[in-house]
């Protein structure tokens, strides 16, 4: 049976909308240089980019509560292995497939990369330590 703590999941999607925008920020000269997509941000997200921020991330704290409740993993240990595995096994698969077919920079890619490496690390141990 999975066991949820949804409390926990909302957390976890509060902090790494907050980590990912301190990563962003400290990012975002070099992004600006890198993609035009940031080139006119002026660092304050439209209230809908926010909420749909936080909702992606609600939705990968759903996963990956599910994943560790299904699999039992219950210490640090478990929940950083979890998060290396599905940070290797999806966003950077994903990110360099953008490398390859439609020629995104790679230090774009790596910036998106290192950001969901955090996000991967922070949910997964917070639904894990949080049960």
């Known amino acids: 049976m999975i066991d949820l703590n949804y409390l926990a999941i909302v957390v976890a999607a509060v902090a790494v909308f907050v980590v990912s925008a301190v990563y962003y920020v400290a990012f975002s000269g070099r992004l600006k240089q890198l993609s035009p997509a940031y080139a006119d941000a002026d660092g304050t997200p439209p209230p809908l980019v926010i909420v749909g921020e936080i909702v992606r991330s609600v939705v990968v704290g759903l996963v990956v509560a599910g994943l560790v409740s299904l699999i039992g993993i219950t210490d640090v240990a478990g929940a950083v292995q979890l998060a290396l595995a599905l940070w290797i096994g999806f966003p950077v698969v994903l990110l360099a497939g953008s490398v390859i077919h439609e020629k995104?920079?790679?230090?774009?890619?790596?910036?998106?990369?290192?950001?969901?490496?955090?996000?991967?690390?922070?949910?997964?141990?917070?639904?894990?330590?949080?049960?």
Do not use: C, F, N
Request: glycine share 4%; proline share 7%; net charge neutral.
């Open 104 to 131: 995104e920079p790679p230090m774009l890619a790596a910036i998106h990369s290192g950001d969901w490496l955090l996000k991967l690390l922070v949910i997964t141990l917070i639904v894990t330590l949080w049960r």
